[in-house]
């Protein structure tokens, strides 16, 4: 079920995948939006083709930091779920 941000969370288990396949999937998502492509398109001599990626990157990214934090916390710090104001006069 997705949350306010859209994001669902689920994709990635810490369990499961090792801290190395998630960073390896963090590090493919970050080079394609870096190159600024997310669908390609090409066509030629009569042929045409289309490729897209299967999640956009942004939520991609955000389900690997968010399984990085489950992972290991110390590292790659703690999952917030609340917040709370100080005001200082």
Do not use: H
Not at 46 to 75: C, D, H, M, W
């Amino acid at each position: 079920m997705p949350n306010d941000t859209g994001f669902q969370y689920v994709f990635l288990d810490p369990v499961i995948d090792s801290e190395e396949t998630i960073l390896a999937i963090r590090a493919a998502a970050l080079s394609a939006y870096q190159a600024g492509r997310q669908v390609l398109e090409w066509t030629g001599e009569g042929n045409s083709g289309k490729k897209a990626f299967v999640a956009p990157v942004e939520s991609i990214l955000a389900e690997t930091r968010y399984a990085l934090k489950q992972l290991n916390p110390a590292v790659y710090g703690y999952i917030v779920r609340n917040s709370r104001a100080f005001r200082i006069s």
